[in-house]
């Protein structure tokens, strides 16, 4: 009797918690696409590196830090869902630059922006983080020894971080960060709605539904 | 016989009220950092320490009851207890923040929550492990009288 109590307490509190849970996540997924629509410069700064067709209607908004490792393995993966839908995804980078000294390699990142090669420059860095970037022993002056072969200035890039309009950048993108309630990195948002489960298959879940409501009319 | 039976049925009442209470607070704790993903500080990490093995201690004394259990379950809730006071203390500006442990990473100090505008989650650990204290004790009273 008594622990037939119990055991009905257990359930009812474990329960409890995944509904609550549940209702919390539906509510913060509708509050983020309210966002979207009513204020939509929170995702998307002019300042923000895009990929991807203007025409696209599907925006993929990726929070992320160069020196993430989550962030490297899933940029191939993203790639590939734009090859497969060509024109129909568009892809927005903004920074949350959780590790430690990260604001460095945006840095480096964006001076690279000025010399038109992000792209190139980002790859690089994702292919080397295991060199500079490593949890136990960082080594951030090591990017160096891999930005040379992506054709960067190097002169000039290294004036080009002086600028400080890449520090005001990097500080919005924080706040928006915040705002958006991202706290780990990768943080996806596909118009405007927050990938709620983590993961390769959740994310490309996401990315599809909202390919077929925008393109199936 | 019978009024032994009517004693250790309360006795039980009260230790599955603690329970209850411990179980809430660990679901709480939980919700905070997996759900709403509010980074836990240092002192959050040494609270939960003491509070969610309780769970399962205070759990394991019911299945079987054993007035015992208290014994071992009262330092855990005792030290949990002193940790959120110092937090709650820390939190609210009575020990100034310089002498705080956690300078690195989530700071103890960073303001989640402010339920009806005096409510903070610190607060909240320090009035559930008052409770579980009180309903301790008065349960070790009652099996040592």
């Not at chain 1, 890449?166 to 405007?192: C, E, H, S």
């Not at chain 2, 939190?91 to 100034?96: A, N, V």
Request: proline share 4%.
């Amino acid at each position: 009797m008594k622990n037939a109590l119990l055991a009905i307490a257990s359930l009812v509190l474990i329960f409890g918690f995944m509904f609550v849970s549940s209702w919390y996540k539906d509510r913060q997924a509708e509050k983020s696409s309210f966002m979207a629509k009513e204020n939509a410069t929170t995702f998307v700064r002019k300042h923000s590196q895009t990929l991807g067709s203007d025409d696209a209607k599907v925006y993929i908004v990726e929070f992320m830090d160069p020196a993430c490792e989550t962030c490297a393995a899933f940029a191939p993966f993203i790639k590939q869902m734009m090859t497969a839908n060509p024109g129909k995804i568009k892809l927005v980078l903004r920074y949350a630059p959780f590790h430690d000294g990260a604001d460095y390699f945006v840095t480096i990142l964006e001076a690279a922006k000025k010399q038109e090669k992000y792209w190139e420059t980002l790859d690089a860095m994702f292919q080397s983080q295991s060199y500079w970037a490593s949890h136990s022993n960082p080594q951030p002056q090591r990017v160096w020894e891999f930005l040379p072969q992506v054709g960067l200035d190097m002169e000039r890039l290294k004036q080009d971080m002086k600028d400080p309009a890449i520090t005001a950048l990097i500080a919005q993108d924080v706040a928006d960060a915040k705002t958006l309630n991202v706290r780990k990195t990768p943080g996806y948002f596909v118009n405007g709605k927050p990938l709620q489960e983590f993961g390769y298959q959740q994310l490309q879940d996401l990315v599809y539904s909202e390919l077929r409501e925008a393109y199936q009319k | 016989m019978a009024q032994s039976d009517k004693r250790s049925n309360a006795n039980w009442t009260i230790l599955f009220l603690c329970w209850l209470l411990v179980s809430l607070s660990t679901a709480g704790s939980i919700f905070f950092s997996s759900v709403m993903e509010f980074a836990p500080c240092v002192l959050c990490w040494y609270q939960r320490i003491c509070l969610f093995p309780l769970v399962l201690i205070l759990g394991a004394g019911l299945v079987s009851f054993d007035n015992q259990v208290v014994k071992y379950s009262l330092p855990l809730a005792v030290a949990g207890w002193l940790t959120a006071l110092y937090h709650t203390l820390l939190y609210s500006g009575i020990i100034p923040e310089s002498i705080q442990p956690c300078s690195q990473g989530v700071s103890c100090t960073e303001e989640y929550i402010d339920l009806f505008g005096f409510i903070t989650i610190p607060m909240l650990s320090l009035l559930s492990f008052s409770t579980i204290i009180a309903l301790l004790h008065i349960l070790l009273r009652r099996i040592t009288r």
